[in-house]
């Protein structure tokens, strides 16, 4: 239903910050959007969420006071703010879309709910 594209990665240091973007080919009104991470030899794991108005936000447990999930649907664009970064929050970070308002509300952050996926973005955060 949509494409996307995740960009923002790179290189931080504890303690630091990046902003990570998930663009789409439009109408992401309709969507909820949900970042997920995947580190190597883990499973894909939820991070954020998202409600298609952008009213309701979700965030796991590790990442809670730290990452702040936003949107513009006017640009189609999602963004992850990671602050504080930790180098436990080293992975690929996903976007991905669900054509429902609150997907998230529902079942939570999981990747079952979601069936357009973006290619991901590195993050590294080294010490």
């Known amino acids: 239903h949509v494409q996307l594209q995740a960009s923002g990665g790179g290189l931080a240091q504890p303690g630091g910050s990046l902003r990570l973007s998930c663009a789409g080919s439009?109408?992401?009104?309709?969507?909820?959007i949900g970042w997920f991470r995947q580190a190597p030899g883990k499973e894909r794991e939820g991070v954020s969420c998202?409600?298609?108005?952008?009213?309701?936000?979700y965030y796991a447990d590790s990442v809670k006071g730290r990452f702040t999930v936003s949107r513009d649907n006017n640009k189609n664009t999602v963004y992850l703010e990671m602050n504080s970064l930790k180098p436990e929050d080293t992975a690929v970070y996903y976007c991905?879309?669900?054509?429902?308002?609150?997907?998230?509300?529902?079942?939570?952050?999981?990747?079952?709910?979601?069936?357009?996926w973006g290619q991901g973005t590195l993050v590294t955060v080294s010490s």
């Open positions: 991905a879309a669900r054509d429902q308002a609150d997907v998230c509300g529902v079942f939570g952050i999981r990747v079952g709910s979601f069936g357009s």
């Open positions: 439009g109408f992401m009104d309709y969507f909820s």
């Open positions: 998202i409600s298609s108005s952008g009213g309701k936000t």
